[in-house]
């Protein structure tokens, strides 16, 4: 009587609240409970073989879920880096607007003025190599 009881309150709990979608694991775990309450002799002992399998079983399924929640855990922490590179990524991709009229006579002045001012690289170069002359 107390069993039928007991079942009898676990029913009433589940109807109650509805029940969530659970994740792959979660359903092989209740399907493995659910081959476990199988009659059994209450004096059964699971061989040693039989006991070291679930163990296997259960630390692989623990140490997926691990890996998993890591997994995304990193995803989510780079997510910010990634976002940022597509967007610098994408600018790159993007044509860049042809120089306005000013652009151009800045650019054409320093080409005709090279060479003749100090901050030039190449008229240094050019005179340290000659000795000091032209």
Known sequence: RKEKKEDEKDDGKD?????????????????????????????????RR???REARVKDRDRD???????RVREFERNEDKRIRRFK??????????PPTD?????????DLDFG??????RH?????AAGGRP
Do not use: N
């Not at 000013?102 to 320093?110: C, G, I, N, S, T």
């Not at 003749?116 to 690289?121: A, C, F, L, S, Y």
């Open 116 to 121: 003749e001012d100090d901050r030039d690289e």
């Open 15 to 47: 109807k109650r609240s509805p029940e969530k979608k659970l994740t792959r694991s979660e359903e092989r775990k209740r399907q493995r409970e659910k081959e476990k309450t199988a009659p059994l002799s209450r004096h059964y002992r699971q061989s």
């Open 50 to 52: 039989e006991r070291d």
């Open 64 to 70: 997926i879920d691990k890996e998993y929640e890591y």
């Open 88 to 97: 610098d990524d994408l600018r790159d991709l993007e044509i860049p607007e």
């Open 102 to 110: 000013r652009e151009k006579r800045k650019f054409e002045d320093r």
């Open 124 to 128: 240094h170069l050019v005179l340290g």
